[in-house]
Each structure stands twice: as C-alpha cells, then as structure tokens.
C-alpha cells in the first residue's frame, strides 16, 4: 500500500492528484512508442531513374510499399508491356534502411516466351538504386545504377 495516498502501488490515477507524477513517464514512453511506431509505418513510394541500363533494365522503376503489410508493387518498362500497369512484387529485406524487392517477369517477344527475373534495392536513406535482370535461360545479364526519388505514396501512372 502507498503509505501517502492509501492505494495500492499500481494505482496510476487518484481522483484528487490526478495523474501521479512518479507514472507520468510511463505515460510518456507508451505515447512516443506509438507515435514513432505509426510514422515508420506509413506507406512509402519512389520514383527510381537508372543511368547505366541496358537489356532487360529499363531506365525508369515506379515502386510502392506498405511496411505495414510487407506488400510492395512495382511498375517499369517491361511489366508495363506485359501489366499494363503495377505488378505485386516480393519483399526479400525491409531493414529501415535497405528495401530489396524481386519479382519475375514472363513475356513473349517475337513469338518467343521468356522469363525475367529481377532484383533491386533502394537505399532509404541515400535513395540509392540498383537493380539486375536476368533472362533465365541466356548469359546476358542487364543491370544498373541510379537514385530514387521519395514521392507520395501511393504512386501512380496517371
């Protein structure tokens, strides 16, 4: 028993104190814990220029992600030709400061079918990019470099 009010030790709320100062951290801690918690999981956005492409690595990537839910999608020359528009992606690392996303594409060119997979990372912080594709099934592998840009989320194409 609290010697000064007559309750219990974990009684945080006297009608007459209010709020006891000797909880108010508490109180404090809990609120900023769900304050940072709801701000890192807002849903995030980039629109991603490569400099180097070449291949199967085409000079713009559209990415949209929900920390929230782990669910990414990603829209770029290819899975736009394929898509007509976002293509759900798999998230392979969300560390807070690297988000690796991959996907695999299947197509027809020339009445040929074919299969793509792609990898890339965004550096959160930087906004760095990297991506490869590989045509499974050829030697050729495409890749690039370049700097995404963070825009509102979601992105979209119109």
């Known amino acids: 028993m609290d010697a000064a009010y007559g309750q219990p030790y974990g009684c945080v709320i006297s009608f007459k104190k209010g709020i006891e100062l000797r909880y108010l951290h508490i109180v404090y801690f809990t609120l900023g814990c769900l304050f940072a918690a709801s701000?890192?999981?807002?849903?995030?956005?980039?629109?991603?220029?490569?400099?180097?492409?070449?291949?199967?690595?085409?000079d713009k990537y559209l990415i949209n992600y929900d920390p929230t839910t782990k669910e990414a999608s990603v829209v770029d020359g290819v899975i736009y030709h394929v898509k007509n528009g976002f293509m759900p992606v798999s998230v392979k690392k969300d560390d807070g400061e690297v988000l690796a996303l991959e996907w695999i594409v299947r197509l027809t060119v020339r009445g040929r079918s074919g299969t793509v997979r792609v990898k890339n990372s965004v550096n959160q912080k930087t906004g760095a990019y990297s991506v490869s594709a590989i045509p499974l099934g050829y030697d050729n592998i495409g890749s690039g470099h370049g700097t995404c840009a963070r825009v509102n989320a979601p992105v979209t194409l119109e």
């Open 39 to 58: 701000a890192v999981a807002t849903p995030m956005a980039w629109d991603c220029t490569v400099k180097n492409g070449g291949d199967w690595v085409t």
